[in-house]
C-alpha cells in the first residue's frame, strides 16, 4: 500500500469545518492537534487508539472527526509508514497497541514470567485471558514509581562531593541479584530501561517482559539507547545484552544523562555515558565508573564478574589496582563551526526547503523553528560558499509562508521576526522584496505580554526595524507596547513576586525569559536605552530589581539536587533571566545587577556537564551563550573558561564520532535545522565562542556588553 500522510488529512477537516479553533503542526513521527484557547496541564490522562497500518486511513476517518468536534487535543502518527515502525516495536517496544505484534508479546511474558517463578524483583504471574478481540496479562501489583520518574523528579542519584547513599547501594545490588537470577534461569530480559525499572516498597522490580528470550525463542525489539548495537540489529539473544542495558540504566541513574541515540558506530553510547560518569562524578566514584565500564564495554567474562560484584552491597567501597579513565572529547571550535554550518546549509536545502506542501516547515517562517531564525544566523556566515543563494531561497521559503496562513505578529513566534529577518536581509545589500510592515502594531489589548508570541516580542522587534530601516514610525509602534505593558503589568508582576514558590516548583515560568517577566522588563530596558525616556527608565529600574530578588531565590534552587535542566536554561531559567540581568546592569551601571547575573552563571556552570540537551531554547548551547555575554560584560576568564567548557559536553552527547559529529537527529526532531532546537542555534553558540563581538541571533543593537578587550562596535548606550 501506499505510505498515506495523517497531516494532510487533519489539516483539510480543520480548515472547512474548525479554523480558528485548532493548530495543525506536522513532525516526522507525529501529526499534533492542539486546541488553540486551552492550555493543557503537565500531567493528566491519555487514551491510546490502536490501528493496524493497513487499517490506518479508516480508523483516522472514523476517530479524527469525532476527536475535532468534542474539542480534545491529540496526536497521530504521521505515516501509515510510520505507525508500521511504531507497531514492529523496535523504537519503544512497551507503546505497541494491541495488534498481532503486542499480543505475541504479551504471550512471550507470560511464557517467561511463569519460567521465572520465585525470582526476587520480578511480578509475579496471575492470570492470562482474552475479552474479545484483545488479551490481557495480570500480574502481582510491584509500585506505582519507576526509576525514570525518580530521576526526573528527585535528580542525580550519585553526587560528585558525597558519599554513595544506601539507597543507590541497595537499588544497584538488587538488580544485579536479579538479573543474575534470571541468568541461571535462562532468561535474558533485553529491555532493561529506566521506566521499566520498578521502585517498591520493599525493593526494585523488573517489569516488562514481552521481548524477553527463553529457551533460544524472544520477539524482536529494543529500546534505543538503552538496547546494545547488537540487539537493536536483530543478533542473537544473549546475557551480554542485559550487560549493556544495565550499565547503561545505572550511568542514567547516576547522573539523570539519557543515553545518546541512533549512534552511527557501535560504540559511541557507551563512551559517551563513560564520559559523563568521569566528568560528572570525578575520582570520588571510580569504583562505580569502573564496574558501569566492564558491563559496557568488557568482555561477557569482565561483564558477568562485575555484575556479580555489583550484586554485593559492600562494591562501593572496593577499588581497583588500575581504574579506568575516559577522558572528555576535545575539538578546535573553529572547525567545529565550520562543520556544524556543513551540516546545516545541507539540512535547509535538503530536508527545510524541499519538504512537501503538507508539512510544517511549509509554513514556518519564524526565528525559532522556522525560515528567519535560519537565515538570521546565515547572514553571520554569507561570505561561505553557497550561503547567498541560500539566503535568497529562504527569503522567498519565509514570504511564502506568511502568505499561505495567518501568522500571529509575534518575535520569535510570528510574522515580526520574519521582517526583521528580510530586512537585515535587505540592509546586508541583497536584494530581496520587503512586504508591507505594519507600522502599527497588532491590537495592543492582546492577552500575552511575553517575548515569543505576545507584546514585549512584538515592541522590540519594531525598536530594531527602526534601526534596520530608518523609519522612526517603528518606533513609535514599540512606545505603543510599551505603554500597553506599563499599564497591565505592575500589578500583575507585585503580586506574583509576593505570592513566593511553591516547594516542588524548579523553575518560575512567570520570571523566565521566554513567558515571563525577564522578556517583558528587557523591552524596557531596550527602550530606555534606545530613547532615554525617563519614566519608562524608572519602571525598568523598578521592575529589575523585583526580578533580581526573584533570581536570588530561582538561584538556589538550580543548585538543589533535586532541580531539573530547565532551572538554567534560556526559555524557563538562569540563562535567560541572566541576560535580562546583564542589560540592567549595562543600562543602570549597578554592580548589584552584575552580581547577581554572575552568581546565575556559576549555577549554570556547574550544570554544564549534566546537561543532555543541546538546543539554544532549553539546553547547553543557550546556557553557553549567556556565558559568553557574561564573560563579555565582566572581562573574568572563568566566564570564557565556562562557555569553552560547553564543547567538551557538546561532543560528549554527539551521537556520532568525535572527528564527525553529530548534535541533533534529524528523524527525531521536528525542525532540525532550526535556531531554537537544532542545528541554526548550536552554530550561532559556536560562532560567537570564536568571534564573542558578533551578535545574538536577535541582535541587541543599544545594549552591547562592552569589556575593555572588547571595544564596542555598536551605538553607545543613551542615559538620562
Known amino acids: 500500500m501506499s505510505d498515506w500522510e495523517s497531516g494532510p488529512f487533519v489539516k483539510r477537516l480543520v480548515d472547512e469545518r474548525y479554523g480558528g479553533r485548532y493548530t495543525v503542526r506536522l513532525g516526522p513521527q507525529w501529526t499534533y492537534v492542539d486546541r488553540d484557547d486551552v492550555q493543557l496541564p503537565d500531567h493528566g490522562w ?43 516495536g523496535n523504537e519503544t517496544p512497551a507503546g505497541v497497541g494491541n495488534g498481532l505484534d503486542a499480543r505475541s508479546r504479551l504471550r512471550n511474558e507470560r511464557r517467561v514470567l511463569t519460567a521465572c517463578e520465585g525470582v526476587p524483583g520480578v511480578p509475579a504471574f496471575i492470570d492470562h485471558f482474552a475479552h474479545g478481540d484483545d488479551e490481557f496479562l495480570v500480574t502481582t501489583d510491584v509500585g506505582d514509581q519507576d526509576l525514570a520518574y525518580r530521576v526526573g523528579n528527585q535528580g542525580a542519584m550519585l553526587r560528585a562531593g558525597t558519599p554513595v547513599s544506601p539507597g543507590f547501594t541497595q537499588l544497584v545490588a538488587q538488580l544485579a541479584r536479579t538479573l543474575l537470577a534470571l541468568h541461571t534461569r535462562g532468561v535474558v530480559m533485553r529491555d532493561i530501561t529506566p521506566r521499566n525499572v520498578v521502585l517498591g516498597a520493599d525493593r526494585a522490580h523488573l517489569v516488562d517482559f514481552g521481548i524477553s528470550a527463553l529457551d533460544g525463542l524472544h520477539v524482536p525489539g529494543g529500546t534505543h539507547g538503552y538496547a546494545s548495537w547488537d540487539q537493536m540489529r536483530n ?58 565500564a566492564e558491563l559496557l564495554q568488557g568482555t561477557p567474562e569482565q561483564a558477568t564478574a562485575a555484575l556479580r560484584t555489583l550484586a554485593n552491597e559492600d562494591w562501593a567501597a572496593r577499588t581497583r589496582a588500575t581504574p579506568r579513565r575516559q577522558s572528555m572529547p576535545t575539538a578546535d571550535p573553529v572547525v567545529l563551526e565550520q562543520q556544524v554550518l556543513d551540516q546545516l546549509l545541507w539540512e535547509v536545502e535538503h530536508r527545510q526547503l524541499r519538504q512537501p506542501a503538507s508539512a510544517f516547515a511549509n509554513v514556518d517562517g519564524s526565528i525559532y523553528t522556522g525560515s528567519a531564525g535560519v537565515g538570521l544566523e546565515l547572514l553571520h556566515h554569507r561570505h561561505q560558499p553557497g550561503v547567498p543563494e541560500l539566503l535568497h531561497q529562504l527569503a522567498e521559503h519565509t514570504v511564502r509562508a506568511n502568505t499561505r496562513i495567518d501568522v500571529p505578529p509575534g518575535l520569535f513566534l510570528g510574522s515580526t521576526g520574519s521582517h526583521l529577518f528580510l530586512a537585515q536581509l535587505r540592509q546586508a545589500g541583497f536584494d530581496v522584496a520587503l512586504p508591507a510592515i505594519p507600522a502599527v502594531p497588532y491590537n495592543v489589548d492582546d492577552e500575552h505580554d511575553d517575548i515569543m508570541t505576545g507584546t514585549a ?92 530578588n526573584r533570581a536570588e531565590v530561582l538561584i538556589r534552587r538550580a543548585r538543589d539536587p533535586r532541580a531539573i535542566p530547565l532551572s538554567v536554561s534560556w526559555c524557563q531559567g538562569l540563562a535567560g533571566i541572566g541576560r535580562t540581568l546583564l542589560h540592567a546592569a549595562e543600562l543602570f551601571d549597578a554592580s548589584e545587577f552584575t552580581a547577581t547575573a554572575v552568581s546565575a552563571a556559576e549555577a549554570c556552570t556547574a550544570w554544564i556537564p549534566r546537561l543532555g540537551g543541546l538546543s539554544q531554547c532549553c539546553g547547553l548551547t543557550g546556557v553557553g551563550g549567556f556565558l559568553i555575554d557574561c564573560a563579555r560584560h565582566t572581562g573574568d576568564d572563568q566566564h570564557q573558561r565556562a562557555a569553552h567548557a560547553v564543547v567538551p559536553q557538546l561532543l560528549a552527547r554527539s551521537h556520532g564520532p568525535d572527528g564527525s559529529p553529530l548534535f541533533v537527529n534529524s528523524n527525531r526532531q521536528d525542525a532540525p535545522w532550526s535556531w531554537a532546537t537544532g542545528n541554526a542555534g548550536i552554530l550561532a553558540f559556536l560562532r560567537r565562542l570564536n568571534r564573542p563581538d558578533t551578535p545574538e541571533v536577535v541582535p541587541y543593537s543599544h545594549l552591547p556588553l562592552r569589556t575593555a578587550g572588547h571595544p564596542a562596535d555598536r551605538p553607545a548606550l543613551v542615559r538620562s
Open 46 to 88: 491519555k487514551l491510546h487508539v490502536s490501528s493496524r497500518a493497513e487499517d490506518f486511513a479508516a480508523t483516522a476517518a472514523r476517530t479524527v472527526p469525532f476527536l475535532l468536534e468534542v474539542g480534545c487535543t491529540f496526536k497521530l502518527a504521521s505515516t501509515s509508514g510510520v505507525l508500521t515502525a511504531m507497531n514492529y
Open 235 to 292: 543478533g542473537p539473544a544473549t546475557p551480554s545484552n542485559d550487560h549493556y542495558s544495565l550499565g547503561m540504566t545505572l550511568a542514567f541513574a547516576a547522573t539523570s544523562l539519557s543515553p545518546v541515540v541512533d549512534e552511527t558506530e557501535a560504540e559511541v553510547p557507551a563512551q559517551r555515558a563513560l564520559q559523563s560518569l568521569t566528568s560528572i562524578l570525578g575520582s570520588r566514584h571510580a569504583p562505580f565508573t569502573d564496574l558501569v
Open 457 to 548: 516580542g512584538v515592541g522590540l522587534g519594531h525598536l530594531y526595524l527602526a534601526d534596520v530601516l530608518g523609519n522612526p514610525t517603528h518606533l513609535d509602534a514599540a512606545r505603543a507596547c510599551v505603554d500597553n505593558l506599563l499599564a497591565k503589568t505592575e500589578m500583575t508582576l507585585s503580586v506574583a513576586l509576593d505570592a513566593g514558590l511553591p516547594e516542588e516548583i524548579d523553575t518560575d515560568p512567570s520570571a523566565s525569559y521566554s513567558h515571563g517577566r525577564a522578556g517583558v522588563i528587557d523591552l524596557l530596558i531596550a527602550y530606555t536605552a534606545r530613547t532615554g525616556d525617563p519614566d519608562v527608565r524608572a519602571a525598568a529600574q523598578e521592575r529589575s530589581q523585583e526580578l533580581r
